[in-house]
């Protein structure tokens, strides 16, 4: 079944202590992109990346950071968080096909005290 | 950048019909998407259309593109409580390798 997962579906943690989103995927799709939603503000895109090696910066990008070693991994790391960075966190692939269809995650809820 | 707005809320009966509307400001838009958040979900693809295209019918869908005004609705007729979600309107340009997303209209749907 096609599917992109992330780990861990909730988590609280407090401010400046290091953590780690993992979204893998088993679709063999280059791109993949995170996304933060908060009320209000819908979805803003924090990071993307074309392919293995390549990452860019979205719309939100301070504060995070991402990775791109393999095809199948794009994991989202807060190296320092803070309650600001609370929110729903979605992981997205796309395929190459028409329409390219974007592939979500099922969300992590963070929540940074 | 590029914006998409969206009305925030929908609150209609079951078994009437459903209008999402949305309006962008990139005249170079390829592709316009509508995406389904069910609670505590991601978003799903619902349906698309091709910027050449002026409507598209899926089942009880009906998406209508006006370019000239940049507008993009969608219809739910016969709408049920399970159609109940935020629904995302979303638009791809040419040239650009991101969506561009709406914040977002929340449908509820009462018995």
């Known amino acids: 079944e096609a599917q992109v997962t992330q780990n861990p579906r909730y988590l609280i943690t407090v401010t400046g202590k290091k953590l780690t989103v993992t979204c893998s995927q088993n679709?063999?799709?280059?791109?993949m992109s995170w996304y933060r939603q908060d009320p209000g503000l819908g979805l803003r895109q924090i990071y993307y990346s074309m392919n293995v090696e390549v990452t860019d910066k979205g719309d939100v990008p301070e504060g995070y950071k991402v990775s791109r070693k393999e095809k199948r991994n794009f994991p989202l790391i807060l190296e320092s968080p803070s309650p600001n960075q609370t929110s729903l966190y979605f992981c997205a692939t796309r395929d190459t096909g028409s329409p390219e269809t974007q592939y979500f995650g099922p969300g992590t809820r963070l929540l940074v005290l | 950048g590029e914006d998409v707005e969206q009305s925030l809320f929908l609150s209609v009966r079951e078994g009437d019909s459903s209008v999402i509307n949305c309006t962008y400001t990139?005249?170079?838009?390829?592709?316009l998407y509508w995406y389904k958040q069910e609670p505590g979900a991601g978003l799903q693809l619902l349906t698309y259309i091709f910027s050449n295209m002026d409507m598209k019918q899926d089942q009880r869908l009906t998406v209508l593109l006006n370019k000239k005004d940049k507008h993009l609705s969608l219809r739910i007729a016969d709408t049920q409580t399970g159609d109940s979600a935020i629904y995302f309107c979303?638009?791809?340009?040419?040239?650009?390798?991101?969506?561009?997303f709406g914040k977002g209209t929340m449908l509820l749907v009462s018995p």
């Open positions: 679709m063999n799709h280059e791109y």
């Open positions: 979303a638009e791809r340009s040419s040239g650009y390798s991101t969506l561009t």
């Open positions: 990139d005249s170079s838009s390829t592709y």
